[in-house]
């Protein structure tokens, strides 16, 4: 009997034990809300894709006319991995240690040089002697909305940190990447400079769709019943291909000469709007490869290029858990 009601009173201690744990439990499933900021850099450069024609070096020429030559060449490389995000994040606790997080975030990245000149000798007619110079730089500058599921493992709360890792993807939504070229066009006749020009264009690169990959290691820190603050440390790599570009501005002297009845890129569709493709051959919508049937009333078949966005970044900002 008395081993009966022993067993029976075990039995009761454990059950009523089970619900405090379940209860326990049951207060960690949870939804939760995240908002911060980001500053990343980059981790891993790679050569630029060619601009406008340009291959992605830094060319410096020196001399002039039949003495304007190449003296010194650098391979431009970067990634646009670069600069600052702002997000917005949704996460829901499954248990003490799981959980799941959707990451809406804006990322504006910092110009990157892909492209440079130097006093490069582009005409020259001997009968008035006069010769023409450019230099031009190319900068580039990638924003970009982009979504962010995530799976979360908690480590553990400790005098109020609770440090956890994540892993997960990004899919960006919408996205480009803007390159801004200012060409200095320079004529002399001798050494008397007679003409000058000075032409800005802006061409607006969409891309394909992409996915890339980024972990994270993190800790959030108790400030209050509902509200913590956070910092993350995330690695993010992932690569973009172009789909289209659209030269949206073109000025000479700061006069518009895209959007004139004069404008002699007015009358080529071609020279404005391109399609990336994977391979150029004789069916192509490109001049040097399909001369005979180019349209110019279509875009131009460019081979496809891509950039990277890899980087490092560091996040600090608020959570609100219901």
Request: hydrophobic fraction near 35%; charge should be neutral.
């Amino acid at each position: 009997m008395k081993k009966n009601l022993f067993l029976l009173g075990l039995m009761a201690c454990s059950m009523t034990m089970m619900g405090q744990i379940d209860k326990k439990e049951s207060k960690t499933e949870n939804w939760y809300f995240k908002l911060g900021g980001s500053y990343f850099t980059q981790t891993a450069s790679t050569e630029f894709p060619d601009v406008g024609g340009q291959l992605p070096n830094r060319d410096v020429y020196q001399g002039t006319m039949s003495s304007n030559k190449l003296v010194s060449r650098e391979s431009v490389t970067g990634s646009f991995g670069e600069g600052f995000r702002g997000g917005l994040t949704a996460g829901y606790r499954f248990s003490t240690r799981l959980g799941v997080e959707m990451g809406v975030n804006y990322y504006i990245g910092n110009s990157k040089t892909m492209a440079q000149t130097t006093n490069r000798l582009i005409s020259y007619d001997p009968k008035t002697t006069a010769a023409t110079y450019v230099s031009f730089t190319a900068e580039g500058q990638i924003k970009a909305l982009d979504l962010a599921p995530a799976v979360v493992l908690f480590l553990g709360e400790v005098n109020g940190f609770e440090p956890y890792t994540k892993v997960g993807i990004i899919m960006p939504v919408h996205g480009t990447l803007a390159i801004d070229t200012n060409r200095d066009y320079r004529t002399f006749v001798g050494a008397t400079e007679v003409a000058n020009t000075e032409a800005y264009s802006k061409d607006v690169v969409k891309p394909n769709a992409t996915v890339g990959f980024m972990s994270v290691l993190g800790t959030s820190y108790k400030l209050g019943k509902y509200i913590s603050a956070y910092a993350e440390l995330e690695y993010r790599n992932f690569t973009v291909h172009g789909k289209t570009k659209e030269t949206e501005v073109y000025t000479e002297n700061d006069v518009d000469k895209l959007n004139t009845s004069t404008s002699f890129r007015k009358a080529s569709y071609s020279a404005t709007h391109s399609d990336y493709v994977n391979s150029l051959n004789g069916s192509s919508n490109n001049e040097e490869f399909n001369s005979a049937g180019f349209d110019e009333t279509k875009p131009k078949d460019e081979l496809s290029s891509f950039v990277g966005i890899s980087g490092l970044g560091l996040t600090l900002g608020l959570k609100y858990s219901l």
